[in-house]
C-alpha cells in the first residue's frame, strides 16, 4: 500500500524544489504527513486577508489565483504548488485562491514541516538552499541558518534539551554578545 502511494506522489513531490532528491525514508515519512482533501468547483481554497501556514499541492483539479487589488488571474494546474513563503513568513493572503474544477489538494502543514526539518538532514538541506534564494524570505536567512545549526548540534550531541529550549538559549546569547558590544 505504501508502495502504491510514493509511486502516486513522488511525481508531485519531485516537482517542488525542497523535496527533489530527498532519502526513500523521507519521502515515507512526508507522504505519511500529508492531507488529502477535496474542494468543488467554485469553492475558495483561501482568501484575500486570510492566514495560512500550510503548502498546498495541487494533485488534480484547475485553481484560480485571483488578486482583488490589481484584477489579476492566473490559473494552476495538477502538479503546481502554492503557499510555501507562508510556511515561514506569516501575513496576510494577498489573493483570492478558488477551484474552478473538482480538486483534490495535497497539504503538510508548517507543523508537519518542522517534523520533516528535525528528522532528515537532506529535507533541511533542500528546504534551506531553496529558501535562500527566495526575496520574501532573505531578511529571514540569519534565523534560518541559527535553528539549522541547532539543529545540527542536537544531532551530534543527542542532548535531552528540547528544540525551543536551544533556540531560547541562543537568542539569549546573541543579546547579551550585542550588549558587550554596544
Not at 530527498?22 to 519521502?27: D, R
Not at 494546474?77 to 495535497?106: H, N, P, W
Request: proline share 1%; net charge positive.
Amino acid at each position: 500500500k505504501m508502495e502504491l502511494c510514493i509511486q502516486l506522489n513522488k511525481q508531485y513531490l519531485d516537482r517542488i524544489p525542497m523535496f527533489r532528491g530527498i532519502s526513500f525514508n523521507c519521502l515515507v515519512f512526508l507522504l505519511s504527513l500529508l492531507e488529502s482533501r477535496i474542494y468543488l468547483p467554485e469553492e475558495y481554497v483561501l482568501c484575500e486577508g486570510s492566514y495560512t501556514q500550510n503548502l498546498y499541492f495541487i494533485q488534480s483539479g484547475i485553481l484560480e489565483v485571483i488578486d482583488l487589488k490589481t484584477s489579476t488571474r492566473i490559473r494552476l494546474y495538477d502538479g503546481e504548488f502554492f503557499g510555501e513563503q507562508s510556511l515561514f513568513v506569516l501575513r496576510k493572503k494577498t489573493a483570492d485562491i478558488k477551484c474552478l474544477s473538482y480538486s483534490e489538494l495535497l497539504i503538510i502543514s508548517k507543523d508537519a514541516l518542522s517534523q520533516l526539518i528535525e528528522k532528515f538532514d537532506d529535507f533541511a538541506l533542500n528546504l534551506f538552499t531553496y529558501l535562500k534564494n527566495k526575496e520574501v524570505v532573505k531578511k529571514k536567512w540569519d534565523k534560518i541558518r541559527s535553528v539549522m545549526q541547532i539543529m545540527r548540534f542536537l544531532r551530534r550531541n543527542s542532548s535531552n534539551l528540547k528544540f525551543e529550549e536551544l533556540v531560547i538559549q541562543k537568542e539569549h546569547a546573541k543579546i547579551k554578545e550585542n550588549k558587550l558590544k554596544n
